[in-house]
């Protein structure tokens, strides 16, 4: 787990559901062929209706045409992200787009535990409603130990909930790293 | 201090005396079910961290049902189901209900009730947001992804935070225009897409006992839809009978406490509530359906682990009896089992299969999950550019039914089948004689 995460941010609004983040023709491509894989990238965020794909200006890829790996780190958004379907495909990918943190006002539960379990990437809420305030494009950091979140763009900055009682299994990389740490398996 | 049911069911999983909500646990697992969507990307975590010749927790515990991408022609999807068949062979998977095969059964949801998988007081875990149907059956039933499957896989344990409960009593009889989808409708139309998120959603009172089986399937399986982590019913005679038709072992129902801890409790009067739709493009953008009555429609869809069992259909057919669709109507039952007793259950001497062929519906060459999500470009009743579609399914987020473009409306199957007759939404009041 870094401490400090820095990138550019894609800002998207309440109840993206897992059908948005990845589309359920898309679910069929191997996960170990390192070829295939790419496709879960390259298809990341692709139904997300044109209008509220990137905020505020809306009709913002999150991945460019013929890209697999996007231009956004870090995706700010509102609540319930990754309502829906379990499809752990939808933060897997995030991950293989490039996405190191999200940060919600809050989440849909079975995407969160993925989001954790499967170690993909930090999964942060935060009671400040964010995703007004912040444009695609811009740059930000999020320092993790601190659970702050600045944007270097305007300057200001925000407070984050603390990770919790997933921290530790977030610091271990996912379920079964830290399940082997704690002598559960 | 009393549990509720479904802590009380968690309590017993982790061995405790007691749990109360926030508790994180670790709990054993009575059955895992997966299918060919989430199992193959299971099974490849499985072995890379279990090491390839390792075993599954328990051969008889876990259920792998083929459902999702069935007739396509799809070269990845079909692959799909070829990891499957070769991890069911190689692992000896007691539970096996092979696509193409005599074994095939279609929605997993639907089919794990008729197996007798799904059972009063156990703890189910699938690799599907609506496994959570089966609290149904009075068990704790919810929908996880692939690591955590293949945790439970090589160990048959896994940890959850224990929910509160929220509870939903609906007093009353129910009338004859209504059914499970508009209660659920009501429901997350007044508490929000997110409004259970992490909860347990307990759904009790006289018109919840007068619901049969399957419309109480029909009801906790839209849990998720308002972020519920299960839904659950406390079992009574008709659940008891239901599974021990269906399962030989042992049942052990368990119990809410008379003064278990509720954090809320909403009640509702049947014989308030009037027939409801979700508009697009969200399942909590609840109208009554005197405010959409006469949208337009372009296409009907009937089908789904939520809105295409023996019940949904008798309803549909009692309202197209004798009438022909105006619109594409599509009919997907939910599995092979479903598919017979259409044939041979009868309103009136004519069996519902007959009176829904000659309404001019289209029936699937088999039974599937078919467009309800979508899935590859040819699959059965998928929508296409800006269609606008009334169907029985459970979610109308953008795009869920295939194409970005079109819109989803949900409703009962009485109220698709009335919409279906007009070509425009309609109530089904029009019709109920």
Same mark, same amino acid.
């Given at each position: 787990m870094k401490d400090i995460i820095k990138g550019r941010v894609y800002v998207l609004g309440n109840d993206i559901d897992t059908d948005q983040i990845i589309p359920a023709q898309h679910l069929v491509y191997s996960l170990s062929d390192p070829e295939e894989r790419k496709q879960y990238g390259r298809f990341a965020? %692709? %139904?997300?209706p044109d209008g509220h794909a990137g905020l505020p200006a809306g009709n913002i890829r999150f991945v460019d045409e013929g890209e697999c790996l996007s231009k956004y780190n870090i995706i700010i958004a509102g609540k319930n992200f990754g309502c829906g379907s379990s499809r752990e495909h939808a933060p897997v990918a995030l991950n293989i787009a490039g996405v190191e943190a999200v940060v919600a006002e809050s989440y849909a539960r079975i995407f969160y535990r993925n989001s954790v379990d499967g170690g993909f990437y930090l999964p942060f809420e935060t009671g400040e409603h964010l995703f007004k305030e912040f444009r695609t494009g811009d740059i930000a950091e999020i320092d993790v130990k601190k659970s702050a979140l600045m944007n270097l763009t305007t300057g200001k900055s925000y407070k984050l909930n603390p990770l919790g009682d997933v921290e530790e299994i977030l610091t271990a990389g996912g379920i079964f790293a830290y399940a082997r740490k704690s002598g559960k398996i | 201090m009393g549990m509720t049911l479904t802590e009380k069911i968690l309590a017993n999983h982790a061995k405790r005396e007691a749990v109360s909500p926030g508790d994180n646990v670790w709990i054993d697992v009575d059955l895992l079910m997966t299918h060919d969507v989430c199992g193959p990307g299971t099974i490849e975590i499985f072995k890379k961290e279990f090491g390839a010749a390792a075993k599954v927790w328990a051969r008889d515990k876990v259920v792998i049902i083929p459902d999702h991408y069935i007739f396509t022609q799809d070269t990845y999807a079909r692959r799909n189901i070829d990891i499957l068949r070769a991890f069911a062979i190689e692992q000896g998977i007691k539970f096996f209900y092979d696509a193409g095969s005599p074994d095939y059964k279609g929605v997993c949801h639907v089919a794990l009730a008729e197996e007798g998988h799904t059972r009063p007081g156990e703890v189910l875990f699938g @690799?599907?947001?609506? @496994?959570? @149907?089966?609290?149904?059956?009075g068990e704790f039933a919810t929908g996880i992804g692939n690591t955590d499957a293949a945790f439970i896989m090589g160990t048959g344990r896994l940890w959850v935070k224990v929910p509160p409960t929220m509870k939903f009593v609906f007093d009353g009889d129910m009338p004859q225009y209504l059914m499970a989808k508009d209660l659920i409708l009501h429901i997350i139309g007044d508490i929000g897409v997110d409004g259970a998120t992490y909860k347990a959603m307990e759904f009790a009172g006289d018109g919840i006992s007068a619901l049969s089986v399957e419309e109480r399937m029909t009801l906790c399986n839209m849990a998720i839809e308002a972020g519920g982590k299960n839904g659950i019913i406390s079992p009574d005679e008709k659940t008891l009978r239901f599974v021990s038709e269906r399962h030989k072992g042992k049942i052990e129902a368990v119990y809410g406490d008379q003064d278990a801890r509720y954090e809320s409790v909403k009640r509702y009067n049947l014989k308030d509530l009037e027939p409801v739709v979700a508009k697009p493009h969200s399942p909590d953008n609840k109208a009554v359906i005197s405010e959409v009555k006469g949208t337009r429609i372009d296409r009907c869809y009937i089908g789904s682990c939520t809105g295409g069992k023996v019940e949904d259909f008798r309803a549909a057919a009692s309202i197209l009896r004798g009438n022909s669709v105006k619109v594409d109507t599509f009919v997907v039952p939910a599995t092979t089992e479903v598919e017979k007793r259409l044939k041979v259950e009868m309103i009136d001497g004519e069996s519902i299969y007959s009176i829904l062929e000659k309404a001019g519906t289209q029936i699937a060459g088999g039974p599937s999950c078919a467009a309800c999500l979508g899935g590859p470009s040819d699959t059965f009743g998928r929508t296409k550019g800006d269609e606008i579609c009334i169907s029985t399914t459970n979610r109308n987020f953008p795009g869920r039914m295939g194409s970005k473009q079109s819109q989803v409306y949900l409703a009962s199957p009485l109220t698709v089948a009335a919409s279906a007759l007009r070509g425009v939404i309609t109530d089904p009041r029009e019709f109920i004689r």
């Open positions: 965020l %692709s %139904s997300v | @690799t599907d947001s609506h @496994t959570c @149907t089966a609290g149904a059956f």
